[in-house]
C-alpha cells in the first residue's frame, strides 16, 4: 500500500516539479528529451535496428521468418509455418529473452518466452534488437537480451497500401494498411489474414522413409490499430490495440503416427496508451497497458477419435502502467525517476485455480553525455511471489579517435520464476529463488569513407556473463519438477560489417556478421561432474550471416544471404542436431505510376533443398518460394 501511494504521490507531483514551459532554462534536442527511459540509458550496450527496407520486404510475415533469414540471431522453431518460434540471444533461453511491444513484456506469464510466430512485422512499427539489454532499465528477464517492437508516430503524410502474397504449400496471405495524417491526429492501420496448409516433404531420421507432412495446416488474422494526437508541440497522447487469433494443426514429430491429431487456438488482445509532456527542460511520460491471452490445446489419436487425450486452457490477463520524469539540469546531465507496475493473473487448471502476481519497480538514472557519454541506472523490484535484489547498470562510450567509438556496460539481471515453475502440478516448486547474475560487455563502432570505395561501418562486442539458480525442469521417476539446478556462465564475441558503395545507376550493400558463444553448465544440483562444462541445450557455438545485394536507380533490387548455424547439444549425453546451412534469394521491383506504386517480388529460401532442424524431431521446410505484389498509394 505504501509503494502504491508513493507512485500516486509521484504522478501527481511531478508536472509541479517540472515548473512550467515558460522559464529560460536548459535547451536540450527533442530528440533527447522524448526518448523513452530505456533509449536514454542505453550507452555502451550494443543495439540494432531492423531497417525500413527490409521490413518492407517481410510485411506481414512473422519476426521469426525476418530473423531466420537475414541476422545471426538463434531462432528456433517446431517446423511448420505458423508453429511456435522463439529467439534468444548469447546462448542462453527464450525465457531469458524479454520481448516488448510499446514498452510492455507479452512474454508468456506461464512459460516466460514468446511465441514471435504470432507477431508480423509491419511498416507502423520499429524493431529493434539489444543483445545484453540492461537489467536496471528492462527488469525480468533479459540475461540473453530483449527486442523492442514500437509504434512509429513520426511517419507524416496520408497513404494506402494492399499486401497480396502467394507462395509455397499452398500458403496465401493478405494484409492492408493505411496512414492519414492531418493537422494534430495521425492514425494509421493494420488488417491481415493467412493461411497454409504446411504440407511439404521431409525426411524421417527415425523411421528412415520421406513422409509428406500431415495435420500441419493454419490459418489466422489479426488487425492493429494505432493513433497519435499532439495538441501542441510540448505534448503527445497515442495508443494502440492488436488483436490477434490463430487456429493451427500440429503435425506429428519424427517417428510418431502421422494419425496423431493435435489442435491448439491462441488468441490474444493488447492495449496501450501513452501520454508524454515535455517541459522546458524536463518530460514526463505516463503509459499503461492491458493484455489478454487465451490458449486452447486439444490431443486425440486422429482427428476422427471420439475420446480427447488431452483437452488443456490457458488464460491470462495482465495490466501494467510506467511513469517516468527526466529533468536535465544542464545540457549534459540528466536525471531520471520512474516507477512501474504490474499485475498478471494465470488461469489454468494445473495450478488448481487461479495465480497472481504485483510488482512493483522504482527506477533510477543519471546519464552525462558531452565527448564521452555515460549512464548509471539503478532498480527495485518488490512483489508478491518473488523479490528483486536491488539492480544496478553503468555503461559508456567514448569517441577514442576519428571515426571509431569504443564503449563498456555492465549490467546486475534477474529473472523471475515462471506461474508454471512456480505452480504447475505435479512438478511446481513454490521455493524457487529467482534467477540472478550479470553482465560485462565491451565493443567498439568504426565507420570509414573509402571515396570511391564507398562506406564501411564495423562493430565488435566481446561479452561475459555468468547466471546462478538456472531454473530447469528436470525428471524424478515418471514426473518432472521445477528446480534451481545449475549455475551457468555464457561468454563470446559477434562481430558484424556492413559495406555500401554508391555508383552511377547502383548502390550495392554488403554484410557480414559472426558470433562466436560458449555457454555451459559451471555447477550442477548433485555435484553431477560428468554434466560441468557440458553445453546449454540449443546453444550453438558458431553462427553466421553474410547478404549482398543491390539497387538500381530504377528501382531494381536484389539480395542473396547465406547463413551457418553450428552443432546444437538437445540432451544430458552427447547426441547434438547436425550443422546447417542456408542460401535464401529475394528480387523485387518497384513500378511508380505519379503517387502510386507497384512492388513486384519474387523469393526464394533454402535454395538448395537443405534437411535441418532447429529443435530435435520437427524438421524444417525444404525449398520454399513466395511472390508478393504490394499496392502503394501515397
Not at 82 to 94: D, E, P
Not at 559 to 567: R, Y
Request: charged content about 20%; proline content about 3%.
Amino acid at each position: 500500500m505504501r509503494c502504491k501511494l508513493l507512485i500516486i504521490f509521484l504522478v501527481l507531483s511531478l508536472p509541479v516539479w517540472a515548473d512550467g514551459e515558460v522559464r529560460d532554462s536548459v535547451t536540450v534536442k527533442e530528440v533527447e528529451i522524448t526518448a523513452t527511459r530505456r533509449q536514454h540509458l542505453n550507452d555502451g550496450f550494443q543495439h540494432m535496428e531492423l531497417s525500413g527496407e527490409l521490413r518492407g520486404s517481410y510485411s506481414y510475415r512473422t519476426l521469426g521468418e525476418v530473423l531466420i533469414n537475414n541476422t545471426n540471431v538463434n531462432v528456433r522453431s517446431y517446423g511448420s509455418p505458423g508453429s511456435s518460434t522463439s529467439i534468444s540471444f548469447r546462448g542462453l533461453s527464450a525465457s531469458q529473452t524479454q520481448i516488448n511491444w510499446n514498452g510492455f513484456p507479452i512474454n508468456s506469464v506461464t512459460l516466460g518466452s514468446a511465441d514471435i510466430s504470432n507477431v508480423l512485422v509491419s511498416s507502423s512499427n520499429s524493431v529493434s534488437l539489444v543483445p545484453g539489454a540492461a537489467g536496471a532499465t528492462y527488469g525480468s528477464g533479459t540475461f540473453g537480451g530483449a527486442v523492442n517492437i514500437d509504434y512509429n508516430s513520426a511517419n507524416a503524410g496520408n497513404r494506402g497500401v494492399i499486401d497480396l502474397t502467394i507462395g509455397a504449400f499452398d500458403s496465401y496471405r493478405a494484409g492492408g494498411n493505411y496512414q492519414f495524417n492531418k493537422n494534430k491526429l495521425t492514425l494509421h492501420g493494420n488488417l491481415w489474414g493467412e493461411k497454409s496448409d504446411a504440407d511439404y516433404d521431409y525426411f524421417d531420421a527415425i523411421k528412415q522413409k520421406e513422409y509428406k507432412r500431415q495435420n500441419a495446416d493454419y490459418h489466422q488474422a489479426g488487425f492493429e490499430q494505432y493513433f497519435s494526437y499532439k495538441p501542441s508541440v510540448y505534448s503527445e497522447l497515442k495508443g494502440g490495440i492488436w488483436a490477434q487469433a490463430k487456429d493451427m494443426n500440429i503435425p506429428a514429430i519424427e517417428g510418431a503416427s502421422l494419425k496423431s491429431y493435435e489442435n491448439q487456438k491462441d488468441s490474444t488482445l493488447r492495449l496501450f496508451l501513452s501520454y508524454k509532456r515535455v517541459f522546458t527542460s524536463s518530460a514526463l511520460e505516463i503509459k499503461g497497458a492491458w493484455f489478454y491471452a487465451d490458449q486452447h490445446y486439444i490431443q486425440k489419436d486422429s482427428i476422427d477419435a471420439p475420446k480427447v487425450l488431452i483437452d488443456s486452457r490457458i488464460k491470462s490477463k495482465a495490466w501494467m502502467g510506467d511513469v517516468n520524469y527526466r529533468v536535465y539540469f544542464t545540457n549534459h546531465l540528466s536525471l531520471d525517476a520512474g516507477a512501474t507496475y504490474s499485475y498478471t493473473k494465470g488461469i489454468v487448471d494445473a495450478y488448481g485455480g487461479e495465480a497472481h502476481d504485483r510488482v512493483i519497480g522504482l527506477i533510477g538514472g543519471l546519464k552525462y553525455t558531452n565527448k564521452v557519454s555515460f549512464n548509471i541506472a539503478v532498480r527495485k523490484d518488490f512483489g508478491n511471489n518473488v523479490n528483486s535484489n536491488i539492480l544496478f547498470n553503468a555503461g559508456v562510450q567514448y569517441p577514442l579517435v576519428n571515426n571509431l567509438i569504443v564503449r563498456g556496460a555492465f549490467s546486475q539481471k534477474f529473472r523471475r520464476p515462471t506461474f508454471n515453475d512456480l505452480f504447475w502440478k505435479p512438478g511446481g516448486n513454490t521455493d524457487l529463488q529467482p534467477e540472478e547474475g550479470y553482465s560485462v560487455e565491451v565493443g567498439g563502432n568504426y565507420h570509414l569513407d573509402m571515396k570511391q570505395w564507398g562506406r564501411l561501418t564495423a562493430d565488435i562486442a566481446a561479452y561475459y556473463s555468468p547466471v546462478e539458480n538456472m531454473i530447469v525442469w528436470r525428471p524424478e521417476g515418471a514426473l518432472w519438477y521445477a528446480k534451481n539446478y545449475s549455475d551457468v556462465l555464457t561468454r563470446g564475441v559477434d562481430v558484424q560489417v556492413n559495406h555500401e558503395k554508391q555508383f552511377t545507376s547502383l548502390l550495392m550493400q554488403n554484410n557480414a556478421s559472426l558470433g562466436y558463444n560458449k555457454a555451459t553448465i559451471e555447477s550442477i544440483e548433485g555435484n553431477i561432474q560428468a554434466q560441468v562444462g557440458r553445453s546449454l541445450y540449443y546453444s550453438p557455438e558458431w553462427m553466421c550471416h553474410v547478404s549482398s545485394g543491390f539497387v538500381t536507380s530504377n528501382k531494381i533490387a536484389f539480395q542473396l544471404n547465406w547463413k551457418f548455424v553450428s552443432k546444437r547439444y538437445y540432451d544430458d549425453s552427447v547426441y547434438a542436431l547436425d550443422p546447417y546451412w542456408l542460401m535464401n534469394g529475394r528480387m523485387a521491383k518497384t513500378f511508380s505510376f505519379g503517387k502510386q506504386e507497384l512492388f513486384a517480388q519474387f523469393s526464394l529460401e533454402n535454395i538448395f533443398n537443405q534437411s535441418y532442424q532447429s529443435i530435435r524431431s520437427y524438421p524444417m521446410p525444404g525449398r520454399t518460394w513466395q511472390i508478393k505484389i504490394k499496392y502503394i498509394l501515397n
